[in-house]
């Protein structure tokens, strides 16, 4: 099926980097401000994968696959893709223009409202659940997370021949939990042909460039220096990096190429950063930043990024200071402390028609006061859940 679409994706992309430009690495920051974290008792703690035991491994997966086969009254598709959808929908409902929840300010707030809201929902199903984290500097953590007891499996059928390095096998996932899964192919996309990835789970896990494996926790340390907030959220969505000299540089690191490691690419050139710009096209359901939600391993992934933006406030950059606040047209609306965030907008948002009435049609309708902007997510421990590696300040 070809999405018949008069705008390219791409161009949504072109309209990103025109129109915001990250501040300078100089940049004077605010004073530190800790947190004062012994107001919250009972909070749901988010666990490392690694230390699931099978029980919970099972649980999640349980009201995963619940979700993956509830439907809502009225609704055509599963609670689950209804989620899904709003990823994909991130493309349509751009104020102006903009995606507020990727390479920009509110990919942080937008993704940690969106997590949560998934969570809340398995909650439903079953209130022990949280959403794990998958801490991409840990070598074994990815074969616990592609185990068959628990988000398994790699994908299968499917050769990739790489000139010069060699022939890789990735394709549809035909065992474990998800093996049965039926996705709908309007949510299902490849982005830079913007034809549907079908209706089957796809995974290419490590296949080059994509198979650097795990993360240095340099990179990570790198990170955690940073002061000025828009450049935190730069290096760890993973579209910049600062390079030997101290310069900010565009890249495909961190989240983006945990996005990479599973989803896959085939790219021009295997050594040639950022990778981003010259994916020829994209394998599997993961590494479609639109559809990527299709594979629960997103919410690991964003779980893991989550995490790193709640240890980077406690440690001195709590609450609003560390977030731009009218910074506009600087920092496009939707971005801003106190902007709405779409689809939490009250319906404002304008349509820009980058995705056909098809996809549209699929979006749940959101209460007109089911508003919620970067401020009201900037405190996680008010949201009700913490990390474990946030715990001791408990
Ligand atoms: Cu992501």
């Known amino acids: ?73 009225g609704s055509s598709i599963s609670i689950y893709d209804e989620f899904v959808s709003l990823h994909v929908g991130l493309m349509e409902f751009m104020s102006a223009k903009i995606n507020i929840a990727h390479a920009m300010p509110a990919f942080l707030p ?33 074969d616990v997370i592609l185990r068959e007891d628990f988000l398994g499996s790699k994908g299968q059928g499917i050769i990739v021949k790489i000139p010069g390095v060699g022939n890789f096998e990735g394709g549809f996932v035909q065992t474990g939990a ?107 359901t993961m590494n479609s930043i639109l559809s990527s939600p299709y594979d629960p391993i997103f919410w690991l992934n964003h779980s893991n990024v989550d995490r790193l933006w709640a240890e980077w406030q406690d440690d001195g950059h709590t609450g609003a200071n560390f977030y731009p606040k009218n910074q506009a047209p600087r920092v496009p609306l939707g971005n801003n402390l106190n902007d709405p965030m779409w689809p939490w907008d009250g319906n404002v948002s304008r349509q820009n028609n980058f995705i056909p009435q098809g996809i549209l049609s699929l979006l749940p309708k959101l209460a007109a006061d089911d508003v919620v902007t970067p401020a009201d997510v900037l405190d996680f421990r008010q949201l009700g859940y913490t990390y474990d590696t946030t715990l001791h300040k408990n």
């Open 178 to 284: 998800m093996a049965n899964w039926v996705l709908n192919e309007n949510l299902h996309i490849e982005p830079i042909h913007q034809s549907s990835l079908g209706t089957h789970l796809l995974r290419f896990v490590k296949i080059p460039p994509f198979d650097r494996y795990p993360i240095p926790q340099e990179k990570i340390a790198a990170l955690k220096k940073v002061d000025n907030y828009e450049i935190f959220r730069a290096l760890l969505e993973g579209d910049t990096s600062i390079d030997k000299s101290g310069n900010l540089v565009p890249d495909w690191t961190l989240h983006n190429y945990a996005h990479g490691i599973i989803g896959g690419a085939k790219v021009k050139y295997l050594n040639i950063l950022p990778f981003r710009d010259h994916q020829i096209q994209i394998l599997g």
């Open 1 to 73: 099926m070809i999405l018949a679409c008069s705008l390219g994706l791409q161009v949504a992309y072109a309209h990103v980097e025109e129109r915001y430009q990250l501040p300078s690495l100089d940049t004077p920051v605010s004073v530190r401000v800790y947190p004062e974290v012994s107001l919250y008792t009972n909070l749901r703690v988010r666990k490392n994968a690694v230390n699931l035991t099978s029980k919970e491994k099972a649980a999640f997966v349980h009201a995963l696959n619940t979700l993956k086969n509830t439907y809502r009254k």
């Open 110 to 142: 937008w993704h940690r409202e969106y997590l949560l809201r998934l969570e809340q929902a398995l909650q439903t199903i079953d209130p022990s659940v949280t959403v794990p984290y998958w801490d991409w500097t840990d070598a074994k953590a990815l």
